[in-house]
């Protein structure tokens, strides 16, 4: 039976549907309306480890299907989109979904996205792309064409998706529930000491300057130390602003990891940089390691970029 979602209550809806069919990684293919979405779609799935096909001609799906099934095989978990870009996807995709769904151990989950016309109207005149179906016409014409056209198609489909209401943040967030594995791959944060002086690394996402913190470079017993040596962490630890600094840094990553987790985000780089990236960077590093080992869904690494300058 179809089900059609839309908005936010749309991943949790489609994850109930898709346990419901056979078990295994589902077969997903994607279709719809031009602009609704569906190069979003593929792109969030190809970033589960998805292996991800677009406009994959429809005589050929049944050939990737089974190519999913062999045991053993580097190809488990497909995702794929097929439109009205493929000229014979019309006429030939509903006898090629119904042998799919006939095939043992095969989950196929044909999902439709959708939109309201304003919404469609709005994106193709902000991406200026033509629409595929109305060469010569207006946009709004070539919309009610497709609608037409895929009306059958949209009636098999296991979930129709509007997307009219959802960012491209919201649309890949959706998809990325999709996926079963995710609490499998936890999001990787490189804790990344530098100095300044040698420059901000282009590959942070965010960046924390400590050089308002006392300065372990001016004491002459520790200048030729790093911030992993226990005298100077207790040099800067003597210090309440270094206690209140990190209890407030902390305070704030424990609060806003768990927000990139949702998202589905896999990488997260946070740079923390003093003067020269040898002590007091080095130190904080190391110490919110320790602070934020306990949130879940996370994998901690720590890199002194400019420890031995």
């Not at 030939?92 to 151990?105: N, T």
Request: proline share 5%; glycine share 8%; aromatic share 6%.
């Amino acid at each position: 039976m179809t089900r059609r979602t839309r908005g936010r209550q749309a991943r949790a809806k489609l994850d109930q549907g898709t346990r419901a069919r056979k078990a295994g990684p589902p077969f997903i293919i994607l279709t719809g309306l031009s602009g609704s979405g569906k190069s979003q779609a593929i792109r969030a799935l190809e970033d589960l480890g998805y292996f991800c096909v677009d406009n994959l001609p429809t005589t050929l799906i049944p050939t990737l299907a089974k190519l999913s099934l062999r045991a053993g095989g580097d190809i488990e978990k497909v995702a794929l989109v097929v439109d009205v870009r493929e000229g014979n996807f019309l006429s030939s995709f509903p006898k090629v979904f119904r042998r799919l769904r006939k095939m043992p151990r095969l989950n196929p989950v044909l999902i439709f996205l959708e939109a309201d016309t304003p919404a469609l109207v709005r994106r193709f005149s902000e991406t200026r792309r033509p629409h595929p179906l109305a060469p010569g016409r207006s946009v709004r014409e070539g919309i009610r064409d497709e609608r037409a056209r895929l009306n059958a198609i949209r009636e098999t489909a296991d979930e129709i998706i509007d997307t009219s209401d959802m960012t491209v943040h919201e649309l890949r967030q959706f998809f990325t529930g999709l996926s079963r594995d995710r609490a499998r791959a936890p999001l990787v944060i490189t804790l990344l000491s530098f100095g300044y002086k040698h420059g901000v690394p282009v590959d942070a996402d965010l960046v924390f300057d400590v050089r308002c913190l006392p300065n372990p470079h001016f004491v002459t017993t520790l200048r030729r130390r790093t911030g992993r040596d226990r005298a100077v962490v207790d040099f800067m630890e003597r210090e309440a602003s270094t206690r209140e600094f990190i209890d407030r840094l902390a305070e704030y990553l424990r609060y806003v990891v768990p927000h990139y987790v949702a998202e589905g985000k896999s990488y997260l780089t946070i740079g923390i940089g003093c003067t020269g990236g040898r002590h007091r960077s080095v130190m904080i590093a190391e110490r919110l390691r320790k602070d934020l080992a306990g949130i879940g869904g996370v994998r901690l690494r720590v890199r002194h970029r400019d420890i031995t300058q």
